[in-house]
């Protein structure tokens, strides 16, 4: 099946743990997103890659960080996780070219105890 | 900068009706609008995607409008069943490239059987 696919779906933690979440997109995309869902189920735009090189790096706390090991993979990695980072995170793709719209992946719900 | 907003919130209609969805943008000068499903705990599902230069799409018993001159859309649900209940979501794209999806707030549809 061509998609975004993200692991794992379900991620509990404690407080000050370092977690990562992986996305894989077999669409052959050239650009990745990570967004982030919060308990109002407001989606906002956290990083973007192309090709892998960062485009896009919105007002995230320097804990985040995406690593893009090629175009079709983009991982994001939380060091010293708090409470507020509980929230769903989503993986996406795009083709930048008319008629192409975005691929998101199902999800990783996170939950920092 | 880019916002979207969409209302209302939340929707009950009862099965068999038509119903019409409504999402606006601040800045006009969008590259693509894209509407979405979410059910809940569940990832995002693309429905229909609006190149700037067309007026409308259709898939089955949805259509989405666009007139960007007002900054606004519609998705239109015909003969709507209880499978249709979901959030809704709107996404705007402002340029070509590799710019970011801006989200609406989305509307919790439910539709009664």
């Known amino acids: 099946d061509t998609a975004v696919s993200q692991t794992p779906k379900y991620l509990v933690t404690q407080m000050g743990n370092d977690k990562s979440i992986k996305c894989e997109q077999n669409l052959g995309h050239d650009t990745m997103y990570w967004y982030k869902q919060d308990s109002k189920k407001f989606l906002k735009i956290m990083f973007s890659?192309?090709?892998?090189?960062?485009?896009i790096n919105e007002t995230v706390p320097n804990r985040f960080s995406p690593k893009s090991p090629d175009k079709a993979h983009l991982n994001l990695h939380i060091n010293s996780l708090e409470l507020g980072d509980s929230a769903v995170y989503f993986c996406?793709?795009?083709?930048?070219?008319?008629?192409?719209?975005?691929?998101f992946g199902s999800g990783t719900r996170l939950t920092v105890v | 900068k880019q916002e979207v907003t969409q209302i209302p919130a939340a929707l009950s209609v009862p099965e068999g009706e038509n119903l019409v969805l409504n999402c606006s943008f601040t800045d006009s000068a969008i590259y693509n609008l894209q509407w979405f499903r979410q059910d809940p705990g569940k990832g995002l599902t693309s429905l229909l995607l609006i190149q700037s230069s067309q007026r409308e799409q259709t898939s089955g018993r949805l259509n989405a409008s666009l007139d960007k001159s007002s900054g606004r859309s519609t998705l239109y649900i015909a003969a709507s069943q209880p499978g249709d209940s979901a959030t809704y979501l709107c996404?705007?794209?402002?340029?070509?490239?590799?710019?970011?999806?801006?989200f609406g707030t989305g509307t919790r549809l439910t539709i009664i059987p």
């Open positions: 890659y192309n090709n892998k090189e960062l485009i």
């Open positions: 996404a705007v794209k402002s340029n070509f490239g590799n710019e970011k999806l801006t």
């Open positions: 996406a793709s795009s083709q930048d070219m008319p008629g192409y719209g975005y691929t």
